[in-house]
């Protein structure tokens, strides 16, 4: 599998770890009580075909990557630096 | 009591090392700084580093060479500057509110490969694409190195290999073994 | 038997090798199977259930009978394909799966017992009584399978891994193969052409053929020498590619030397991994047996191999060759071993209505019913058509049941074939593989003339989906003949077992059971009979077999469909994909500046992740580990002790929004922290259980210095650079790992002001250095820091120097400390220390623990938030009943303690319903001359001067403890102070 | 029809004519007492303690693909019962009981085989971890034994013991513990089901829940609507896809676990070996087959095949540790979808939908588990009580903070 970091391009899956959902962006603030807290740390969308998902190129830039990918075929179909989807950029 | 002299100890042993046609070098540069602007202070940086080194701030992937050392992209947003002696000091001044800055100078161990067989042995230890169309000279790149981190950069003549200081050992264990490797299969 | 001319081997260069003690003589170019052919040997192997003698069927890696043993001792390799392996003077081999010797094999009686061991009957055996499963019957069905042996010895070959890049990969060199990469390379693409054997050429080398105006072998070689020639292009024999992965990632397996006696610095083998824009498939195909009666008998040998045998290494594989095909290929057989000079004996073709013009036997539209001949193949009869048996001498039967493109790496990506009536073949999808097109006889194009034109025209697409102009190109003329083959699976109505898978013994026979029982589906067909689960993966048997089972269900072979095809083409070492990531070697090594130091102490050094660390340092009078680290603790207690730290996770944080995210990601305050004060810190996960600790230092108003332990170092960057840029990127916080960058030491003891002034410039004081405080220092000249920071509860200080010189100042810190009744203490005695002090580590932060549960309820502020917060208050991490973390002193003074006990209350059965907490570790404490613990105990903080039960049937121990705070030293804190 | 050597025997003598289907293909009915999605070995387990136990035979299995098709198809076969939290100790305890006696309660070898399961440890923190477990085991009534380096060795004399990057410093050893034919296992399941009356119903796949006023009603297919009083799901992968049909939203990740298996080799390796340090687990089959495997993909997945860095990675893993493997060749890798949960443990529980059942969570434990699973979840389903072995694997228990996390990596599952 290979990953098209912004920053530095075509690399290897090796060079990078996963974290899950892209979901994860989005922590409920502080006082949004157990319940959003509960669904953002354990519930998990899963589907089959196309995930948003958070990748780190750890063995890279360190960039923190929202990647778009296909669970069921493998096929990556978009690339952005987390920080800059937050950020509304993306 | 005997005034207090601590000595310096190099983490890069056993070279120059060569097999075939390649070498593999001691390249450490005297000091390594990293940089690492903040927030909308890029070109404030970038400026005040050309000031001292010659050369601002390269974009993602690339190295630049300026009379006074050499600026190394080294990660998302963050740069390592190689030069003389002394320089973490002078770009903390420099650069004080605008990057933070640290020195780096004896966390990374810098090594040169240089010769003939020096693409297939890093062929061997490192999943980067090395070719010249892909990497030419001036380019830079944080990438997997025999199971550890490091940057990568396209030199003259060969490639320079810079890992975190505790890995040099293992790294040159390896990069000699690759290269005895190619040497056997020429 | 080797003719007087032909082939490609070189008659020049004879080698000499061995096959089970004998000594034979091939010649260079040969393989181990053509040798021994060549030799007229035609007793292989065995199979694997039924110990059938076995010959050769094949000239390829699908080769299912001839498996031998290769070389000795550590280095013998079981299993390998005789037609792979190249001979080499001094070779090796031997049979295997029989004893005592390949013609007598004892074991064939299993033979004699097929009827009852038939598919899955040890599915309804075996299983009384319930014991003698693994102690009869198991270790006897073990013995009796599988096939080679493993020496027991570490692999002695050393293996590469490897990279390479390019515009187009072309997998395979066959015709079709050759002209894709020419076409590629041509017209200016970085191509790599892969070819497993270790000639290119495919089935050129084994047929008589004509391209353009040369022979195809002639125009092969002009090919391949264009091609070498090109800078763009690398050509890689004896290299089969594995499997095909996602986004045009490939692996590929190169003997680099399996092949010479002396492989002078070369590994065995280099695995590669090979990343392609585009790639095209052009593996060619594999004949089909033909399943009837006996078919199995050494001297039966597919058609095609048999003409390859021929044409290539000079070698009929017979003196009388029969020849029984269901399609033209196999006239090709008897025409080019007449032209050889070899008698046909007959050549049977399943049509009726075939014509030959070929001057042997012919009986169209007949049929081989049975074979004999006890350890090779010595006659066959045929049912005629016009009815009648005739009765052929052979010796050997080549036979064509016509041909599988090889779809494999097509297929290694989910995608399933589609049958093809017309060419009664399973046929690649296009797309199957993004990326990757197939051409030639892979793709269900099988005259010669396909195969150019496939070749280059997957080439050419490719080519513009790089962007490269091409232009139309000539073809050399080729053969064109249409495929005529009449699907034709097995001989009915025939007696006997008809062999489809060869070496797991799987027959029509066991799908008819498979079928009577249910086992119906492909898949369940596959699992219950072992069809295709033996090492060639089902490329002979599993088409026939599918279709014997859509007979059997009156499916059509479509519908009946495929198993899956799932990677390694061709089966792969272990060694191989491991490469040179063993022994030591399995995972990198970190050594601290310090490290030389401590081996020269003769420490035991011990692996902490991938850092060494030391453990202790014995002197020579310390027969035990204990002696040394009881020593190591005094010299800390009572003078000062040096311990190396560098390990620890050094992390600078900078910017004007430092304190703001730290005050987030550590569960208590540092907004708060004063400039020069060091601080302990609290991470928690999301979840609200503890991630790590550590201290914190402010070195300015807008510069941190964090520390994490050594096993959370990496761990922590990530998720602090998770914080910093996918859950507040708006924070103007920049940090970097300096773990590398300084090289630090513990220094603790009563004499630890003394040991630092020594060393600093600076004056070293309560005032100028407090209980956590920090500050730099001068160290001979050299900019350190010191931190007044302890985790042995006795006045202590972490200093840090450049780690350049980390070497010279811990021999320095030891020899004055040396002179002041201390020295270095390593891993061991900080552990006691830590537990004297009641300190936790990650044998307390495992995981599952709360603030709460280990004592730090306080370090959980409620002024702000914190990532891990709102979890934490969940009702079961709240609740009472929770196992929380205490002190535990054994009743008598003078019993043991092991970590990994369970607690159990006075009185009770030590059981689950009983379990009251768990010890999570205990040291030998010197100071106060008895062993100590940590664990958690239900509720353990209302249990304080409680006796409970640490038990410990595991090593059968038990012993009675007293529950007391965690902190068994200075509770009141004054000696760090002091 | 019984199995036995005698029907062998006679059978051999008959040309194997007497054997008869080991299920049949019923077409569906228009409804069920019960339905249970998911022909792997858990659905399957389910379905025979169905009837056996609760005497509920208008059963129906309904199975997208072939029967055991699934994880249960792909599994590295490892049992044992060496797990330490309350939880999963009493449950993996039941389950390795049932295994004992599964062969002749179902009259069907599945080659279950206690050839012992060795977890190495390499530190003393290892060794206390170890230890702790070996201790819980024991406190649950099942077996361990804690070995030094030279037990180990005794044992295991082809590990490296003199170039290891690990060393190897002991082993927990858990001799009940061992290997099962997998196959097998879901075919005796499915047999015994089959013979009680159960409708064994391949390729036919859930599309849908007909839910009435938050009460389950029956099942979309691809074979039409099927009725039923109540639902059980044993979809293991699927886990989210199915249960999202039914409107649940599940702390659940599917990841691709790979597995390898090597050409048939003479007897080399009697146990089962765990090599925590490297993520490496290895047991020759009797077929001679070296099975091993090792880490997951890290991805989410429901491709059932893998990529290259953790082949590459499983292998290293296994040459670092038993070097003499290295001439063994591959001959075939393949992956499983795993139903991963946030806590690395399972779930069977109800629903909020009354009359939907769920089963899920398995992680790469649950082939293991398949005796019990069945034995619980029939429970639970039948008597709508939560069986005493498993009471603590519930839905709720993500949110309350009740959560079974044996390796303390917390909610992110490709870590457990
Ligand atoms: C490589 C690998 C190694 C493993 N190793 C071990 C091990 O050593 N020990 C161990 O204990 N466990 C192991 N496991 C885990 C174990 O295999 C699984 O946890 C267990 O098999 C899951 O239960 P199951 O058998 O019911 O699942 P499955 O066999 O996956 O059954 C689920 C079934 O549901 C069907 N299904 C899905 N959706 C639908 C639908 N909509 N309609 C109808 N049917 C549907 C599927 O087709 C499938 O047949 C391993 C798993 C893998 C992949
Ligand atoms: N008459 C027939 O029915 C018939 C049938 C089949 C083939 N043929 C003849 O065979 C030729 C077909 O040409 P082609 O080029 O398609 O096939 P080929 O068989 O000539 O060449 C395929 C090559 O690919 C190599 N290969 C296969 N899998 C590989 C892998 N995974 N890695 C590396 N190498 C691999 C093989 O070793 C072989 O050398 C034509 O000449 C055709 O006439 C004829
Ligand atoms: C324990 C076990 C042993 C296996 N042994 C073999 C084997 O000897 N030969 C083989 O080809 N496949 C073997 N397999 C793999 C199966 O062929 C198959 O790949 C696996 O069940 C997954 O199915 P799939 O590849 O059809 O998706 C084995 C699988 C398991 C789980
Ligand atoms: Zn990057």
Known sequence: MRLTCPQCGERDRREFTYLGAAKLLDRPKGDAGQAAFHDYVHIRDNPAGPLRELWQHEFGCRAWLVVTRNTVTHEISAVALAQDVKAGKK | MAELVLHAVSAIVGLPFSAGGTKLLAAQPAAIVSVVPFKGQFETVSASVKTRIGVGLPVAGRYADGEEGRVLWAGLGQWFVAGSDGLAGELSGLLTGNAAVSDQSDGWSLLALIGTGSRDVMARLCPLDVSGEVFPEGSAARTEFAHMMALITAIPGGFGIMVMRSFTTTAVHHLKDAMESVAAQV | MRLPVGGMVDRDKAVSFRFDGRVFSGFQGDTLASALLANDVRLMGRSFKYHRPRGVLTAGSEEPNALVGVGEGARHLPNTRATMQEIYDGLVAVSQNRWPSLKFDAMAVNDALSPFLSAGFYYKTFMWPRSFWERVYEPLIRRAAGLGRLSGLPDPEVYDKAWAFCDVFVIGAGPAGLSAALTAARWGAKVILAEEDFTVGGRLNGEILEIGDQSGLDWGKSAI???????????????????????????ALQRVSDHLADRAGRPDQTFWRIVAKRAILAGGSHERMIAFPGNDRPGVMLAGAVRTYLHRFGVAAGSKVAVFTNNDD????????????????????????????????????????????????????????????????????????????????????????????????????????????????????????????????????????????????????????????????????????????????????????????????????????????????????????????????????????TTTYRPPYTSTQIGAFAGRAVGKDFAPERFTPAHGF???????????????????????????????????????????????????????LQGPDAAEFLDRVYSNMFSTLKVGRVRYGLMLREDGFVMDDGTSARLGENHFLMTTTTAAAGPVMSHLEFCAQCLWPELDVQFISVTEQWAQFSIAGPKARDLVQGICREVISNVTFPYMGCGKVSVGGVAGRLFRISFSGEHAYEIAVPARYGDALMRELVTRAEAMGGGAYGLEALNVLRIEKGHITHAEIHGRTTAVDCGLAKMVSDKKDCIGKAMSSRVAMVEPGRDQLVGLKPVASNARLHAGAHFAGEGVVANRLNDQGYMTSVCYSPTLGQMIGLGFVKDGHLRMGQRIRACDPLRGIETLCEITPVCFIDPEGERVRG | MRYSALAILKNGLTGQKGWTPVWRDPDPKPAYDVIIIGGGGHGLATAYYLAKNHGITNVAVLERGWLAGGNVARNTTIVRANYFLPGNSEFYSHSLKLWEGMERDLNYNAMHSQRGHMILFHSDAQRDAAARRGNAMHFQGDDAELMDREGVRRLLPYLDYDNARFPVRGGLMHWRGGTARHDAVAWGYARGADTRGVDLIQNCEVTGFRIEAGVVKGVETTRGFIGAGKVAMAVAGRTSQVGQMAGLRLPIESHVLQAFVTEGLKPCINHVVSFGMGHFYISQSDKGGLVFGGDLDFYNSYAQRGNLPTVEHVMEAGMALMPMIGRARVVRSWGGIMDMSMDGSPIIDKTHIEGLFLNCGWNYGGFKATPASGWCYAHLVATGEYSEHATRFRLGRFESGHVIDEEGTGAQPNKH
């Open chain 3, 598 to 652: 401590a081996v020269e102490r003769n420490a035991l050094m011990l692996e902490a992740g991938l850092w060494y660390r030391a453990a202790y340092f014995p002197r020579v009078n310390e027969a035990h580990w204990r002696e040394s680290c009881d020593r190591e603790v005094g010299f800390v207690r009572n003078a000062v002790g040096v311990c190396d730290v560098t390990t620890l996770g050094k992390i600078d």
């Open chain 3, 225 to 251: 020498a264009e091609l070498e020639a090109m800078p763009n292009v690398r050509v890689m024999r004896r290299t089969c590619v594995t499997g095909a992965y996602d986004g045009g990632s490939y692996g």
């Open chain 3, 330 to 561: 196999g006239h090709k057989t008897a025409r080019d071993l007449r032209a050889a000079g070899v008698r046909v004996t007959a050549l049977i073709d399943t049509r009726p209505d075939v014509v030959v013009n070929i001057d042997c036997p012919v009986y169209a539209g007949g049929q081989v019913i049975s074979t004999s001949g006890r350890l090779g193949l010595t006659a066959i009869s045929v049912r005629k058509a016009e009815g009648g048996i005739a009765r052929i001498d052979c010796d050997c039967l080549a036979v064509s049941g016509g041909w599988n493109p090889a779809v494999h790496l097509a297929c290694h990506m989910n995608g399933k074939p589609v049958w093809r009536e017309d060419i009664a073949a399973f046929m690649p999808v296009a797309g199957m593989v993004p990326g990757m097109q197939v051409a030639g006889a892979a793709n269900g194009a099988f005259s010669t003339h396909a195969a150019l034109a496939e070749g280059e025209a997957a080439a050419r697409a490719a080519l513009e989906f790089l962007g490269r102009k091409v232009a139309k190109s000539e073809l050399p003329k080729a053969e064109d003949a249409p495929v005529a083959v009449q699907a034709f699976w097995q001989v009915k109505g025939a007696r006997g077992r008809a062999w489809l898978d060869f070496q797991n013994d799987v027959t029509t026979k066991d799908l008819e059971l498979a079928h009577r029982e249910n086992f119906r589906s492909v898949e369940h067909m596959k699992r219950y009979t072992t069809l295709g689960m033996s090492t060639d993966q089902g490329k002979i048997a599993n088409v026939t077999g599918l279709a014997v089972m859509a007979e059997l269900t009156g499916r059509t072979i479509a519908e009946t469909g």
